[in-house]
């Protein structure tokens, strides 16, 4: 379909909606939310009749429009899609469509808009694609391709590209925003704000989205939560630097009231075209909902469960070998905790840091992914044995992009580290960051992790990256270039070569625990490592919103020592268990020191891992909204509806003595349920002289509840001691 006469134009896809005009020189988005139904039933004059704006006092003279690609052109103030220059000139953008293509499949579901664009000013050749898929999630992809002959006053300069942002507009109606921020540790603190006049504005700087990463922003109704109100939300699928934005302007944007967006944070100078030359930009997915936060997760997860490369097999049962030994590796002590491991029930094993090239800390071998024989004599092939005799899977540990200065590969190649010419800055985390874009560092790594796949048939891999890139330039034969996009686009090609070559071998990313999670690096791996921190009150509360974007069977979320490593905090074994239940479990914990009673307890949790893992990875996430912070309930509902698991989590006391009244979200309150509180992991400690008394008989053994009661009216819950939670499981027994 070519540009033509104007029209509208729609994409339907699970109750959601996105209705683009189709005009001169720029189309404009209708709307974008809940599913109004066929625009050709007159809806979509209806929408193009009202999606005129008032004529303002000491304002342009025509209508202000908010363009699929938002330009100074149209009368829009604010933030612009395209920024940059062709040597100080071509600053002011002028896409005029030159064609578009809608696809929509044969039952109507979901679709493909696409528009392109040719831009005398810049000489730039623009496509913006929508896609909407079948759970409602719209992804967005933006591309720029220079081409002189589009201008000759400005083509042959070559056009420095400062930024390409998808942006959206929503309406009034959303006064709230949320996003997150963080640290070591502490990733994906919730922060909230009111939605006012000005740019927020949230841009990373680390070479990766970091622990402080926006993650998700969410704009939406006043005082929506995890269960209710109208949102609108997205996500940047991209490892490198990331720029979200929300923007409101006293004059509006056309018909709405402010937009959001996001792109790729570029360095200046880091894309610049010259005839011919392409830029593509990462996909943003944008998400509406009108069931709070968890309906966005909803929609994203589906969108993820349903990708063909998406783990089909259970989740295997993992130990991790730092928290247990670190750098101590004796083949003696990693034998006796991997027979440890195999009788609690443990599926894979992972070798952490330590294995290679004098590797005894932290101080020296990164970069010399060779196994140190000064260690392991034999190679790792005594303990591949040992762990492949008892059934379970073998993984080991790498730090591709990182390098230490005392190492083999630093001594021989020291133009291979990322930085200026000028001399290295700081080393953080003794360390340095290997620019893995040049050819022949990118060829060695490859070369080396394959050939340790190939001798030890690695099933698993856990890719680390412990440190911000800063001052981050490739030291190239004309000079210093910026080099955190080349560095990002080398990793995604390093994986994909890699699982090409291995199409079963599965990789977890880590980056310092949290510090690199989105859906661009989730493309290429098959699990996150939510935080280094193993302790159950804080990853309870990184993992609950770690689940807004990331399903669970892809969270890897381990038992760690009664006393934490990252936080000195001590707790009981039954409330690790049930903080590392509800993903993708795994240990840290040293299994050859615990007491049998501890192995007992551990040994029900494995087996209680494995009856409820068809529940917990392919469920529906759920949140209660509670007023009271130091209480949580969130909980895994099948999509049939037939069978639930709620945890009740304490963190720390509150002023309240009990907690009244609390639903129990994504029940269907027309049913009838058979409740039971499961105490396999350990009865937790409460506050108070004795339970509500459906508690009581729930723990004797199971009873019988509505629906409406459990999710309508709610429940009085027990009042635990801090740092304690408890499991609920429940069946629906009719409709």
């Known amino acids: ?360 800390d932290d101080t020296s071998g990164l970069g010399d992914w060779h196994v140190d024989r000064d260690v392991w004599p034999d190679g790792l092939d005594p303990f591949v044995k040992v762990v492949r005799a008892h059934g379970m899977q073998f993984g080991l540990w790498f730090e591709p992009e990182m390098v230490n200065l005392d190492s083999q590969l630093a001594r021989r190649h020291p133009d291979w580290i990322l930085g200026p010419r000028a001399g290295l800055g700081p080393s953080a985390r003794q360390q340095y960051v290997l620019d893995i874009a040049r050819p022949e560092a990118y060829a060695y790594l490859l070369a080396q992790i394959d050939a340790l796949v190939r001798e030890y048939s690695i099933d698993y891999l856990k890719w680390d990256h412990n440190r911000d890139l800063l001052e981050a330039v490739s030291r190239q034969p004309d000079g210093d270039r910026p080099g955190v996009r080349r560095q990002t686009l080398a990793l995604y090609r390093l994986l994909d070569e890699l699982r090409a070559r291995h199409p079963d071998l599965e990789i977890e990313t880590c980056s310092g625990g949290g510090g690199r999670i989105d859906l661009g690096i989730l ?32 969270i890897g979320s381990h038992l760690g020592a009664a006393r934490a490593h990252t936080t000195s905090r001590t707790t009981d074994l039954s409330f690790r268990l049930i903080a590392s239940l509800t993903a993708h479990a795994g240990i840290e914990q040293d299994l050859t020191a615990a007491t049998a009673g501890e192995l007992a307890a551990i040994t029900a949790w494995s087996r209680l891992y494995r009856e409820l893992r068809p529940l917990l990875h392919t469920g529906r996430i759920v949140n209660a909204d509670l007023a009271d912070d130091a209480t949580a309930l969130h909980g895994t509902v099948a999509h049939d509806g037939s069978r639930a698991l709620f945890t009740w989590v304490r963190f720390h006391t509150s002023p309240a003595g009990q907690s009244g009244r609390v639903r129990f979200p994504g029940l269907d309150p027309t049913a009838r349920y058979r409740v039971a509180v499961r105490e396999e992991l350990g009865a937790a400690s409460r506050h108070q002289g004795r339970d509500p008394e459906w508690i009581t008989r729930a723990t004797r053994g199971p009873i019988e509840l509505s629906g409406a009661v459990l999710a309508t009216a709610g429940v009085p819950m027990p009042t635990l001691n801090p740092q304690q939670a408890m499991l609920f499981d429940l069946e629906r027994i009719t409709r």
């Open 523 to 554: 493309d290429r791996t098959d699990r996150v490592w939510a935080s280094d921190c193993n302790d159950p009150v804080e990853r309870v509360q990184i993992e609950r919103w770690t689940r807004a974007l990331v399903p669970p069977e892809l």
């Open 1 to 360: 379909m070519h540009s033509g006469a104007e029209a509208v134009l729609a994409l339907r896809a699970g109750g959601a909606a996105f209705i683009v005009e189709v005009r001169h020189p720029t189309p404009r988005v209708l709307h974008w939310g809940a599913d109004l139904g066929d625009p050709a039933d007159g809806r979509g004059d209806d929408l193009r009749l009202t999606a005129e704006p008032a004529v303002l006092n000491n304002s342009p003279d025509r209508p202000r429009v908010l363009s699929v690609w938002p330009n100074a052109y149209d009368g829009w103030s604010g933030t612009t899609a395209q920024a940059g220059n062709a040597l100080g000139q071509a600053t002011t953008p002028r896409p005029v469509l030159d064609s578009h293509h809608l696809d929509v499949p044969a039952d109507g579901i979901g679709g493909r808009l696409t528009f392109r664009f040719l831009d005398q000013v810049t000489a730039l050749r623009s496509t913006i694609t929508y896609e909407l898929d079948r759970f409602g999630v719209l992804a967005v992809s933006m591309s720029v391709q220079r081409d002189a002959a589009l201008n000759a006053a400005t083509g042959a300069t070559p056009y420095t590209l400062d930024g390409l942002l998808a942006l959206l507009p929503v309406p009034e109606r959303a006064t709230d925003l949320l996003d997150f921020t963080g640290k070591w540790c502490r990733e994906r603190a919730a922060q909230r704000t009111r939605f006012g006049f000005g740019t927020h504005l949230r841009a990373t700087h680390r070479g990766k989205p970091g622990h402080d990463s926006p993650y998700l922003l969410v704009a939406g109704t006043e005082a929506f939560g995890f269960g209710h109100g109208e949102v609108w939300a997205m996500h940047l699928a991209w490892s490198g630097e990331q720029r979200y934005l929300a923007e409101r302007l006293p004059e509006a944007a056309g018909a709405f009231a402010a937009v959001i967006g996001a792109g790729e944070a570029l360095h200046s100078g880091e894309v610049i075209l010259t005839d011919g030359d392409r830029y593509d930009a990462p996909t943003v997915l944008f998400t509406w909902s009108d069931a709070g936060t968890d309906g966005v997760a909803d929609r994203l997860h589906r969108r993820l469960r349903d990708r063909p490369h998406h783990p089909a097999t259970p989740r295997p049962l993992v130990l991790n070998t730092w928290e247990a030994v670190y750098f101590d590796h004796d083949l003696d002590r990693l034998t006796r905790l991997a027979e440890r491991a195999a009788e609690v029930g443990v599926e894979r094993i992972v070798l952490d840091d330590g294995w290679f090239h004098r590797r005894r």
